[in-house]
Nanobody, 127 residues
Framework: QVQLVESGGGLVQAGGSLRLSCAASGRTFSSYAMGWFRQAPGKEREFVAAISWSGGSTYYADSVKGRFTISRDNAKNTVYLQMNSLKPEDTAVYYC????????????????????WGQGTQVTVSS
């Protein structure tokens, strides 16, 4: 089992920045791929970014590419999402996810493939 706790959400003006953190406990963190997803009211949960177990591979949704950066610190069992140039359409509940995928595969964008989830943190971007 892996337990995930997100933090760092809040209210920010358009153009501003936030950094989300996800602290993991339980099984060996460094063997798990980590991801960020988001869900806006009335919409399905969507992929935002993911990072491989080693941190050597990262993946981004087209909508956030160039603005968001995912990183991880395996010594601290924590994954981060640095969000810059925020837009009102980034407003959503952001969820951290983890899964022990085979190390050689590309990470899936489909939320149903990920087995462990945090409780979410609200990000609101005002115009």
């Amino acid at each position: 089992q892996v337990q995930l706790v997100e933090s760092g959400g809040g209210l920010v003006q358009a153009g501003g920045s936030l950094r989300l953190s996800c602290a993991a406990s339980g099984r060996t963190f460094s063997s798990y791929a980590m991801g960020w997803f988001r869900q806006a009211p009335g919409k399905e949960r969507e992929f935002v970014a993911a990072i491989s177990w080693s941190g050597g591979s990262t993946y981004y949704a087209d909508s956030v590419k160039g603005r968001f950066t995912i990183s991880r610190d395996n010594a601290k069992n924590t994954v981060y999402l640095q969000m810059n140039s925020l837009k009102p359409e980034d407003t959503a509940v952001y969820y951290c996810a983890a899964e022990d995928f085979p190390h050689s595969v590309d990470l899936p964008y489909y939320s149903g493939s990920w087995g462990y989830w945090g409780q979410g943190t609200q990000v609101t971007v005002s115009s």
